[in-house]
């Protein structure tokens, strides 16, 4: 085996980082919104995906981009849900599995919240004025997700409208 004239394959040794692992992490975590899942489907620590991350702003890019992929897939699936009305499932062994859509919908507004206080993506903004334009564009956007699911919910008698 020969080594690579950049060392590539010497830190892929090292580290024993698969080839191809920052397509599979950014694939698992656009799935799954999960860096421990992504990392150990793609093969490599955590810790490895994060060091990655500060010092490849490529890779820090598709990292953010599939984080929000992942979040809003979240939500496509909790209004699924609540539209639906399927609740819970049961699995193949027969097991009921309750969905906590609360607890779904704060992790999502906790997401949002984080994004929207980063701005559109912290890794390409320098302007101050287009941070603060996109910060105020996320959260009137959060608001009127907010007033859509309240009267959803509302809708669905799963809570009183507010007054």
């Given at each position: 085996?020969?080594?690579?004239g950049n060392g590539a394959q010497a830190a892929r040794r090292k580290h024993g980082a698969p080839k191809n692992w920052r397509d599979v992490f950014i694939a698992a975590l656009g799935e799954t919104s999960s860096v421990e899942v992504a990392s150990q489907r793609a093969g490599v620590r955590a810790e490895w995906a994060y060091k990655t991350r500060r010092e490849d702003p490529d890779f820090g890019r598709?990292?953010?981009?599939a984080l929000c992929e992942g979040y809003d897939n979240l939500e496509l699936d909790l209004l699924y849900r609540l539209?639906?009305?399927?609740?819970?499932?049961?699995d193949e062994d027969g097991t009921k599995r309750k969905f906590d859509l609360a607890t779904g919908f704060r992790v999502l507004a906790?997401?949002?919240?984080r994004v929207a206080g980063e701005g559109a993506n912290p890794l390409e903004s320098d302007d101050?004025?287009?941070?603060?334009?996109?910060i105020n564009a996320k959260i009137d956007?959060?608001?009127?997700?907010?007033r859509e699911v309240a009267g959803l919910l509302?809708?669905?008698?799963?809570?009183?409208p507010r007054a």
């Open positions: 085996m020969t080594e690579a598709r990292w953010f981009e539209r639906s009305g399927r609740l819970e499932e049961v906790a997401h949002r919240g101050e004025q287009a941070v603060l334009d996109s956007a959060m608001r009127a997700r907010e509302a809708e669905d008698g799963i809570i009183q």
